[in-house]
């Protein structure tokens, strides 16, 4: 399983900004997706898990309503539209991908089976 994520910039408070998941290597309708982000000397914190077996979508808290995650079947890749975004977003942003696992709303960071190398979201002040 191959995964690559990008879209990562540095963007102004208050400005949006789409991260992709490429994947490659699975059968794209078996697995969850997951995001994730590690800011420097915090923990690693679940962003979103989709479910691409039944379409189920979870969030963490502090990012409901601003941030959404979908799947674009035909090309293997998953997307995570983010609005809204504050300074406390800016992290190191992981998609992974799992084919054992369910999404489960209490968002815990788990350790999915494959994961990417992350892309850099900075949210200027």
């Known amino acids: 399983v191959r995964i690559v994520e990008s879209g990562g910039v540095v963007v102004q408070t208050g400005g949006s900004l789409r991260l992709s998941c490429a994947t490659s290597?699975?059968?794209?309708?078996?697995?969850?997706i997951g995001w994730f982000r590690q800011a420097p000397g915090k923990e690693r914190e679940a962003v979103s898990c989709l479910s691409n077996r039944d379409g189920i979508r979870y969030y963490a808290d502090s990012v409901k309503g601003r941030f959404t995650t979908s799947s674009e079947n035909a090309k293997n890749t998953v997307y995570l539209e983010m609005t809204s975004l504050k300074p406390d977003d800016s992290a190191i942003y992981y998609c992974?991908?799992?084919?054992?696992?369910?999404?489960?709303?209490?968002?815990?960071?788990?350790?999915?089976?494959?994961w990417g190398q992350g892309t850099q979201v900075t949210v200027s002040t």
């Open positions: 290597g699975l059968t794209f309708g078996d697995y969850i």
């Open positions: 992974a991908a799992d084919q054992d696992r369910d999404c489960y709303p209490t968002m815990l960071p788990l350790p999915y089976n494959s």
